[in-house]
């Protein structure tokens, strides 16, 4: 059952690790929780899920593992199981036995099983008081059933429901974020882009260890202390997105790039704009293309310098007309005097480093609708899939010096 | 298995563990009690999230009053570094020093300043140690701090010196979850969420700051105030401080119950943006 849980865990997208596994054995081990499955329910969840994103997840999976269990004693059992063979633990990987194994390098063993014995035989004699976790609440399973029908009783409080009835309700269901996965890698990844600045912008504020010595010397011994500017980044990014009709479908991935690329507070400018499939005369300062937030693209191309290091995210897929054709637009309210495919060309012309994120995976690119528009964007930009490993990429062929 | 070949276990091997069990002035579920002893027991870090106005510093400070414990609060903001916390070399006063000829420069030792973790390392009884929103500072915080927590330890190369914890602290961190934190990190923690409280528990938190409160006029402000949070779309959802003060302001106003749930007056203390306002005016019209 105890296996079960941890793998349905898993199933419902909690990310479980051995670590976290180990740490609740430790604790069961210790005696916590093992009377009352309303304790075990908030023990195993304080230890095993890291967000309350994952709240509701977990509620399903400790409804499907425990529904139906009359009574915690089959916990102390499986602990007790646990305990006599710790690797015997079912269907993990490689990679995860040999953690389990390093783990348990830095637990006593013998200790822990001694010490569940002994909180087991506490629980078969009379309690003795709130001084020890197991029997704080008065239950005891350990034979003891009938005492309270079901024996998985609410502890303190005259709550009167059951975990597994606390589960079903599924109170945590409004903080599911599965929006937000992948955030923090992109994060991550946009970092390494970073170019340190020359000492010569902001305030002196670091020790000049080097220079102090050099004036003191010169100062005959008397201390002089230099200051330096320290070095900030100095990478600056204009950030070109495509918006509506066939990239509807990655909204949520688009929205966790430009939700890490705004987040990233170590650059030194930062700049959106939003196109409709390609780019043509304007460029929008609003997600919904809204008129009054046009913006010629002349306009940007002649204010931002040319070391802004430009990143394109679409999927590239339109008719081909759309690309190639004068007045190709299909978006009513401008017309284009000049193809797509042209301005696309400016902008890599103008920018001394410039990648094309595509939304599309890299191996459906040649058979994806729009195959035709990706590879002709393809011969304009270097273009990388809009995965972690993709933005990776991206952002090395970003900070490459000519 | 047999353990210790034929040893008698003495009666009181098991490791004394304090027990946590709120105080007079935090009121701490049931849950939340029994998750801060689960992460005393396992000596890992508690992390603890949850919406402004839930109490994540006030429990740092029950926890220190529970157990009789000194806190050590380390508030961290965006310039805060790892480093900060161990311990700061200050070089520019050892320079002064060796210029004026005050003190023993050769002794470095004195210009070794212990941040708040070197402090909590080596205070001689336990303390509690609260880490407070630690979102806030860089991407790389919680991971530069990783192996400290864990091994409770660090190394001062200017002295040679180890500085190891004489007792395991009991670590409170919370967070505002402005950024998520590192996987590495979590693995490492017990984690609680704290709930929005409830009518009921709100209904006593209000009580303990404005004492003299018409039962009537509580019931509906809190009515009020729940619809109001309940409203789709609003950009900050107010919290418990801005109920608090909303009420006060009613009372002070001396405003009619009968208006409370009518036309929410002084929205203005609720809700601090344009767009909220609007939107919640236009609910309240479509309740009328």
């Given at each position: 059952m105890f296996t079960r849980f941890f793998f349905l865990l898993r199933a419902y997208g909690v990310p479980v690790t051995v670590t976290e596994w180990l740490a609740l054995m430790r604790a069961l081990a210790f005696g916590?929780?093992?009377?009352?499955l309303q304790r075990f329910y908030s023990l195993a969840r304080s230890v095993l899920v890291k967000s309350e994103a994952y709240y509701d997840q977990y509620d399903q999976a400790f409804l499907a593992a425990f529904e139906g269990i009359e009574t915690p004693a089959v916990i102390a059992a499986e602990v007790w199981e646990w305990l006599q063979d710790?690797?015997?633990?079912?269907?993990?990987?490689d990679e995860e036995r040999r953690r389990l194994v390093e783990e348990l390098g830095e637990v006593d063993l013998d200790e822990l099983r001694r010490l569940f014995e002994e909180r087991l035989a506490e629980q078969t004699e009379a309690h003795h008081g709130g001084s020890r976790w197991i029997g704080v609440g008065g239950t005891s399973a350990f034979g003891h059933d009938g005492v309270h029908p079901g024996g998985i009783r609410v502890g303190g409080q005259g709550r009167s429901r059951t975990a597994v009835k606390v589960a079903a309700e599924r109170r945590y269901r409004g903080y599911r974020t599965d929006v937000e996965v992948g955030t923090r890698q992109f994060e991550l990844a946009l970092r390494r882009l970073r170019q340190l600045s020359s000492r010569n912008e902001g305030l002196a504020d670091e020790l000049d260890l080097d220079e102090t010595i050099e004036q003191t010397a010169e100062n005959a011994g008397r201390l002089s202390l230099a200051w330096r500017k320290s070095r900030r980044n100095a990478v600056k990014v204009l950030l070109l997105m495509d918006v509506g009709g066939s990239m509807d479908p990655y909204a949520r991935l688009c929205s966790s790039l430009f939700t890490a690329t705004n987040r990233s507070s170590h650059f030194k400018d930062l700049r959106f704009y939003y196109f409709h499939n390609c780019v043509y005369d304007w460029l929008y300062a609003d997600p919904g293309l809204a008129r009054r937030t046009a913006v010629a693209t002349n306009h940007v191309l002649h204010e931002l310098p040319s070391d802004y290091k430009l990143i394109m995210v679409g999927d590239a897929a339109m008719a081909t007309g759309e690309l190639l054709s004068r007045y190709g637009i299909i978006w009513w309210g401008e017309a284009n005097e000049e193809p797509g495919i042209e301005w696309l060309r400016r902008l890599r012309r103008h920018f001394d480093h410039s990648v094309w994120l595509n939304t599309i995976p890299a191996d459906e690119w040649d058979r994806a609708y729009g195959a035709a528009t990706i590879r002709i964007v393809r011969e304009v930009f270097p273009m990388f899939e809009l995965t972690v490993d993709g933005l990776t990429a991206a952002v090395r062929k970003l900070m490459v010096r000519y | 298995m047999s353990s210790a070949a034929g040893v008698p276990a003495p009666a009181t091997s098991a490791p004394r563990v304090p027990v946590y069990a709120g105080t007079r002035d935090y009121i701490a579920a049931p849950e939340l009690m029994q998750t801060v002893n689960v992460a005393v027991q396992l000596g890992r870090p508690l992390l603890i999230k949850g919406e402004p106005g839930t109490g994540k510093t006030m429990l740092a400070q029950s926890i220190a009053e529970g157990l009789g414990l000194r806190l050590i609060a380390w508030s961290v903001k965006s310039t805060t570094k790892a480093q900060d916390g161990l311990y700061v070399y200050d070089t520019v006063q050892r320079l002064y020093d060796g210029q004026f000829g005050e003190g023993d420069v050769g002794d470095i030792k004195r210009y070794i300043k212990l941040g708040k973790l070197g402090e909590a390392f080596t205070s001689a009884e336990r303390v509690v140690l609260l880490i407070d929103e630690i979102d806030k500072a860089d991407l790389e915080f919680p991971n530069d701090l990783l192996w400290e927590l864990d091994r409770m330890e660090f190394h001062i190369p200017e002295t040679h010196e180890t500085v190891v914890a004489v007792h395991r602290p009991i670590v409170l961190i919370t967070s505002n979850a402005e950024k998520e934190l590192p996987d590495a990190f979590l693995r490492r923690c017990v984690f609680h969420f704290i709930d929005f409280p409830d009518e009921a528990m709100m209904e006593r938190i209000v009580r303990v700051h404005v004492?003299?409160?018409?039962r009537r006029l509580l019931d509906l402000a809190v009515e009020a105030f729940y619809w109001v949070r309940s409203i789709p779309g609003l950009q900050k959802k107010p919290s418990t401080s801005e109920l608090i003060d909303w009420v006060q302001a009613l009372v002070g106003g001396g405003v009619?119950?009968?208006?409370v749930r009518r036309r929410l007056p002084f929205m203005g203390v609720l809700l601090k943006k344009d767009h909220d306002v609007e939107l919640a005016t236009a609910a309240l019209g479509r309740r009328r």
């Open positions: 916590l929780a093992l009377n009352d710790p690797l015997g633990f079912p269907g993990l990987s | 004492p003299d409160l018409e009619d119950p009968q208006e």
